[in-house]
Nanobody, 122 residues
Framework: QVQLVESGGGSVQAGGSLRLSCAAS?????MAWFRQAPGKEREGVAC???????NYADSVKGRFTISADYAKNTLYLQMNNLRPEDSAMYYC???????????????????WGQGTQVTVSS
């Protein structure tokens, strides 16, 4: 069982930046960030594999950057130029799976953190 603990959420004005972190208790080959706003379905924001492949939702391309430090088993999400529509609970997810690619599909991950809240005001 892998434990995931997110941190770095908070409140920021539109145009601001936040950096989310997710500390994992063990190595996992694929990790991702998801988010869920009230009344909406959970959305895959970005994912990364240990082979360096990354994938982003269209809504965050050019503004968010996912990265991972596998020596520390830590996942990051740098979020720049934040918008009010980015407000949501952000979740870290992980899985040990083969292959070089990663997925932003919720059911492809079996380890989940408790989430960290991001609120962007206009």
């Amino acid at each position: 069982q892998v434990q995931l603990v997110e941190s770095g959420g908070g409140s920021v004005q539109a145009g601001g930046s936040l950096r989310l972190s997710c500390a994992a208790s063990a190595y996992t080959s694929k990790m991702a960030w998801f988010r869920q706003a009230p009344g909406k379905e959970r959305e895959g924001v970005a994912c990364i594999s240990s082979r360096g492949y990354a994938n982003y939702a269209d809504s965050v391309k050019g503004r968010f950057t996912i990265s991972a430090d596998y020596a520390k088993n830590t996942l990051y999400l740098q979020m720049n130029n934040l918008r009010p529509e980015d407000s949501a609970m952000y979740y870290c997810a992980a899985v040990n799976a083969g292959g070089g690619y990663c997925s932003r599909v919720e059911t492809d991950y079996n380890y989940w953190g408790q989430g960290t809240q991001v609120t962007v005001s206009s």
